[in-house]
Each structure stands twice: as structure tokens, then as C-alpha cells.
Nanobody
């Protein structure tokens, strides 16, 4: 089961941290991906983190590289999406998804979305 939370309203240039609580890695659950979908736009993959490997390897979309990171807390079975330098283009519903593989190529389950709004 996945539970995403932490969305809200933030000013341009501000920061926000989303959380995704999961059930812990298994043989068929090795990665968490973050996606977002803005009104009228296609869903975009934001990034991915390996939850079963010791290095927690991550990857990011070019649109967020350098601004967003995906840290994890294995003790809490939680993955975060740390969003800095937010812009109006980041307005979207954000989702986390469980992946079978550590590179998040094969998704198996979606969490509920959380709304992020960037506005002054």
C-alpha cells in the first residue's frame, strides 16, 4: 500500500517535501517512482529511487534536475520528494508509484495523488 502526502501551496522559489510511505522492499518491489500530472498535460515521470539497494540510486527528469531530490528513510519505509526552487510550471498532482525493478521501468501500484500549487 502506498500513501503520498505533503502537498500544498507554496510561493515561487519556495520548497516543499512530499512523502510516500510504502510497505518495504520485496522480491517484486524494488523502486519508487514519482510522477506528476498538470491540468491538460500528460503525466510526467519526475524521478525514481531504488529502495532495495544499499546506494539508493536515483534518476531525475531534466525538468527537475538540480531542484528536486528523492531521499529515503528505510527505517520508516518512506521515500520523499524534496522540491526546491519551485516554479509555477511545477503545479501538478504528484503521485508515487511502486516499481518491480530498481530503475522504475515496470510499475505495479500507484498511490493517491497530492496537489502541489505554486503561487504568490
Amino acid at each position: 500500500q502506498l500513501q503520498a502526502s505533503g502537498g500544498g501551496l507554496v510561493q515561487p522559489g519556495g520548497s516543499l517535501r512530499l512523502s510516500c510511505v510504502h510497505s518495504g522492499p520485496t522480491l517484486d518491489f524494488n523502486g519508487i517512482a514519482w510522477f506528476r500530472q498538470a491540468p491538460g498535460k500528460e503525466r510526467e515521470r519526475v524521478g525514481c529511487i531504488a529502495i532495495s539497494s544499499s546506494d539508493g540510486r536515483t534518476s531525475y527528469a531534466d525538468s527537475v534536475k538540480g531542484r528536486f531530490t528523492i531521499p529515503r528513510d528505510n527505517a520508516k519505509n518512506t521515500v520523499y520528494l524534496q522540491m526546491n526552487s519551485l516554479k509555477p510550471d511545477d503545479i501538478a498532482v504528484y503521485y508515487c508509484a511502486a516499481a518491480i525493478d530498481s530503475q522504475c521501468r515496470v510499475l505495479k501500484r500507484w498511490g493517491q495523488g497530492t496537489q502541489v500549487t505554486v503561487s504568490s
